[in-house]
């Protein structure tokens, strides 16, 4: 019954060499969002996507992009990791508009940059 | 503007008693309120949420929280705590105009005592 499914779990890349995140929801709801979080901190938005509307946190780096081809599937990459990079990402899901709406969390993808 | 301040970095309870996480927020608008659970290496999962209906919210896992206006306070308790536990716990506010961004706590890592 996953309702937000992360691949994959674990990810290793090397330094500069791109690699992209995917994140899956069988929810339907139309506001998706991904974080980082570092090790023992609270998660930090990156960018989240209402509807087709793409919305980026004014201090997400340049080298992260993000796409969503269709409601149910968004992607996050990388362009050239640096080792500051390593983190556990998060993809979660909402649907907009009413004030009792919860965002639903993956499991994360663990990302270790060598 | 919103704000979480979780005033606990580390709490240390035995097996069997009571558990408090404590969380005072900063809101300009009604707030809705969430408790999450992040176990080691795993996604955030909703223990419970306030959204302007009963002020005591119960939860998953014996959980339950009590929403005080006056106080500006979300505080977690557990009557009785269990191994299982042991996690990280994140105090988060939504506020509810128009925006559907999260914002968490710095989390409170619950360590139970055999």
């Known amino acids: 019954d996953a309702m937000v499914i992360q691949n994959p779990r674990y990810q290793v890349t090397q330094f500069g060499k791109p690699v992209t995140l995917s994140c899956s929801q069988t929810l339907n709801h139309n506001v998706m969002y991904w974080y980082q979080q570092k090790s023992s901190q609270a998660p930090k938005l990156l960018f989240h996507?209402?509807?087709?509307?793409?919305?980026n946190e004014a201090d997400t780096p340049d080298n992260f992009q993000s796409r969503r081809p269709n409601t149910s599937f968004c992607f996050l990459d990388i362009r050239s990791p640096g080792l500051g990079d390593a983190a556990m990402y998060l993809c979660?899901?909402?649907?907009?508009?009413?004030?009792?709406?919860?965002?639903?969390f993956g499991p994360g993808t663990r990302l270790l940059v060598l | 503007a919103q704000s979480v301040t979780q005033l606990d970095s580390h709490v240390s309870v035995s097996e069997g008693t009571p558990v408090l996480l404590r969380c005072n927020y900063s809101?300009?608008?009604?707030?809705?309120l969430f408790w999450y659970v992040q176990h080691p290496n795993k996604g955030l999962q909703l223990l419970l949420k306030?959204?302007?209906?009963?002020?005591l919210v119960k939860g998953i896992n014996g959980f339950e929280a009590e929403f005080k206006k006056s106080e500006t306070s979300f505080h977690l308790t557990k009557p009785s705590a269990h191994m299982s536990d042991a996690a990280e716990y994140f105090c988060?506010?939504?506020?509810?105009?128009?925006?559907?961004?999260?914002?968490f706590g710095t989390g409170t890592r619950l360590t139970i005592i055999p």
């Open positions: 988060v506010v939504r506020d509810n105009f128009g925006n559907e961004k999260l914002t």
């Open positions: 809101s300009s608008y009604s707030p809705s």
């Open positions: 979660a899901t909402t649907r907009s508009g009413g004030a009792e709406e919860t965002q639903y």
């Open positions: 306030y959204t302007s209906a009963a002020t």
């Open positions: 996507y209402y509807d087709k509307d793409f919305n």
